[in-house]
């Protein structure tokens, strides 16, 4: 099939107006940039809400939604940017209400027709799903781009696992969006004016961030992100103070229009795939490769097109067509191309049972008999993560189960699912998987990958010791992928106890038993089409 999206006629040129202040119901003020036609009348509108700083929004992307006939909010969230008051990890408690606030003070504005869309990626989708929880009566489309549907699986304990770095490295990066210094940050080299009355604001937003900081520090804290962060990173199983950052049953009865995109390889394409399955209302669904110079320019997705079509439709009300096309569109890898479904995961898709065997082997026939295979795990010496490009480093130190070369293609589409028969010398303990495609030079691809944390195999809501010596059965759930094995190539599970910096390391050694029998098999289930 072609590239999603299309070329969109541009009609108006685009003026400016940073940092306009719009109080929100408790009196707090969000600073936002407002991108607008130069031509008098009344548009629809678009908002984005960002904690990376709206000052380093993309001017050109702002111009295609002003040239497609749209006036586009850019927006700090609460307590980043310019904004008032203090953020804390996405401000879903205080200031959950914001992005509701927004939208319906945008559709009260002389430019605009009443009809407010929302779009944006990562936290910017997240943010998509709170707005929405308010339920504000304007809203009327979103497109939500890579983000996560429940932050406890998809960012921070993946299959109950710590998201090590992936933790640490947003906290760290999120320390300059909320520095006292952002609100007064120079814009005098960008286009647009700054609003008079709102340069005045931040610099009392400045002042204000920095007697808070140093107000806090009295009581050994410093910001109230830090403070979440803290509390989060102590809550090591799902429900709880989890709950607000889980929108599954909410996304189960949204009947706003959402059209939602994800990547292969990103660690919330899980929770774009699974929104999208959930999702009550109408909604869409296109899953790009990512590693676009590895698929070459064809992988690439118009997304700019493809939303505005999208808002076009909901927003204005033009039978564009988007609608007549197929609802699902995930680029397949090895096939190199685009592949469009009528849903998700595929009713195409079959679940074809393969089985680990003993001498390190991988297919669809049941061993002739049982074996049992070791993992050894060292805290001292944990695993290190690999290029997706080829995982033979990893697989070094891993167990490793290797198919025969296919004879024919094999393509899957969907979420792979591993059963392990096991036993562990400890009461706790990780288990990594990953799936791989073997070219025939050796070269070992990532394809997913899979975690768990062995305490956990009856739910992420409960720990349960591992018994002494007694054999568990675990499910490991893989995140969903698109792949064609070409025939040559080989299907590859691996196995490993850690993977460091990705994942954090189980503290303490431990040996696990793959103990594969007629009775209790050690499979791999793939969904083939």
């Given at each position: 099939m072609?590239?999603?999206?299309r070329d969109?006629?541009?009609?108006?040129r685009m003026k400016i107006?940073?940092?306009?202040?719009v109080?929100m119901?408790?009196?707090?003020?969000i600073?936002?940039?407002?991108?607008l036609?130069?031509?008098e009348g009344?548009?629809p509108c678009?908002?984005?809400?960002?904690?990376?700083?709206k000052?380093g929004?993309?001017?050109?992307?702002?111009?295609?939604?002003?040239a497609?006939?749209?006036?586009l909010?850019v927006a700090d969230i609460?307590g980043t940017?310019?904004s008032e008051?203090?953020m804390?990890?996405h401000?879903?408690?205080?200031?959950g209400h914001?992005?509701a606030d927004?939208?319906?003070?945008?559709?009260a504005q002389?430019?605009?027709?009443?009809?407010?869309?929302?779009?944006?990626g990562?936290?910017?989708?997240?943010?998509?799903y709170?707005?929405?929880?308010g339920?504000?009566?304007h809203l009327k489309a979103?497109f939500?781009?890579?983000?996560?549907l429940?932050?406890?699986l998809?960012r921070?304990?993946?299959?109950?696992?710590?998201?090590m770095?992936?933790?640490v490295?947003?906290q760290?990066?999120?320390?300059?969006?909320?520095?006292p210094?952002k609100p007064v940050?120079d814009?005098s080299?960008?286009?647009g004016?700054?609003?008079l009355?709102?340069?005045?604001?931040?610099?009392k937003?400045?002042?204000?961030r920095?007697?808070?900081?140093y107000?806090k520090s009295?009581?050994g804290?410093?910001t109230?992100l830090?403070?979440?962060f803290?509390e989060?990173?102590?809550?090591?199983?799902d429900g709880?103070?989890?709950?607000?950052y889980?929108?599954?049953a909410?996304?189960r009865?949204?009947?706003?229009p959402?059209?939602?995109?994800g990547?292969w390889?990103?660690h919330f394409?899980r929770?774009?795939?699974?929104?999208y399955?959930?999702?009550k209302?109408p909604r869409?669904?296109?899953?790009s490769?990512g590693?676009q110079?590895?698929h070459?320019e064809h992988?690439?997705a118009d997304?700019?097109?493809?939303r505005?079509?999208?808002?076009?439709?909901?927003?204005?009300g033009?039978?564009?067509?988007?609608l007549?096309?197929p609802p699902?569109?995930?680029?397949v890898?090895?096939?190199?191309q685009?592949r469009?479904f009528?849903?998700?995961?595929?009713?195409?898709?079959r679940d074809?049972?393969f089985?680990?065997?003993?001498?390190?082997?991988l297919?669809?026939?049941v061993?002739?008999?049982?074996?049992?295979d070791?993992i050894?795990h060292?805290?001292q010496s944990?695993?290190?993560?690999a290029?997706?490009?080829?995982?033979r480093a990893?697989?070094?130190?891993?167990?490793?189960?290797?198919?025969?070369?296919l004879t024919g293609?094999l393509?899957i589409?969907g979420?792979p699912?591993?059963?392990?028969p096991?036993?562990c010398s400890a009461t706790?303990?990780h288990?990594?998987?990953?799936?791989?495609d073997v070219?025939?030079?050796?070269?070992?691809?990532?394809l997913t990958?899979?975690?768990?944390?062995?305490a956990?195999r009856?739910g992420?809501?409960?720990?349960?010791?591992?018994p002494?010596?007694?054999v568990q059965?675990?499910?490991v759930a893989l995140?969903p992928t698109?792949n064609?094995?070409r025939?040559g190539h080989?299907i590859?599970?691996?196995?490993?106890a850690s993977?460091?910096?990705?994942?954090?390391?189980?503290?303490h050694?431990?040996?696990?038993h793959v103990v594969?029998?007629?009775?209790?098999?050690?499979?791999l289930?793939?969904?083939?089409?």
């Open positions: 072609p590239l999603p999206g969109v006629p541009f009609r108006h107006r940073r940092y306009v202040y109080p119901r408790d009196g707090v003020r600073a936002c940039d407002l991108y036609p130069v031509a009344a548009y678009l908002l984005v809400q960002t904690p990376y700083n000052n929004f993309d001017v050109g992307a702002a111009e295609s939604d002003v497609a006939g749209y006036v909010c609460r940017g310019g008051g203090d804390t990890y401000n879903v408690l205080e200031g914001d992005g927004m939208v319906e003070w945008l559709a002389g430019f605009s027709t009443g009809a407010v869309g929302t779009y944006g990562s936290a910017l989708g997240f943010a998509q709170v707005t929405a929880k339920r504000p009566e979103m939500i781009e890579v983000a996560p429940h932050y406890y998809d921070w304990f993946p299959g109950g696992i710590a998201g770095a992936a933790t490295d947003w760290d990066g999120m320390t300059g969006n909320i520095s210094k940050e814009v080299g960008k286009p004016d700054v609003d009355e709102g340069d005045v604001i931040r610099k937003v400045s002042e204000a920095y007697r808070r900081r107000d009295r009581d804290t410093w109230t830090q403070d979440r803290l989060l990173r102590n809550a090591p199983e709880g103070v989890w709950d607000v889980n929108h599954t909410f996304v009865e949204c009947e706003i959402t059209f939602y995109t990547v390889y990103d394409v929770g774009s795939a699974e929104s399955a959930l999702h209302g869409k669904l296109l899953i490769p590693q110079g590895f070459g992988a690439g997304m700019r097109g493809l505005i079509r999208w808002f076009d439709h909901w927003l204005k033009e039978d564009n067509g988007i007549d096309e699902v569109t995930v680029f890898m090895g096939l190199e685009w469009a009528d849903a998700w995961p595929p009713a195409e898709a074809v049972t089985h680990l065997g003993p001498d390190n082997t297919g669809k026939d061993p002739a008999s049982d074996f049992t070791v050894d060292d805290p944990p695993l290190a993560c290029s997706i490009h080829d995982v990893y697989e070094e130190k891993a167990l490793v189960y290797t198919s025969a070369e293609e393509t589409v979420s699912r591993v059963t392990l096991l036993t706790d303990g288990i990594q998987v990953k799936l791989c070219f025939p030079d050796g070269r070992s691809r990532e990958k899979g975690r768990l944390r062995l956990h009856e992420h809501d409960r720990v349960v010791p591992m002494a010596g007694e059965t675990i499910e995140w698109a064609q094995f025939a080989r590859r599970l691996v196995l490993g993977e460091s910096p990705s994942a954090e390391v189980f503290p050694a431990f040996d696990l594969s029998t007629s009775g209790k098999p050690a499979t289930a793939l969904p083939i089409v």
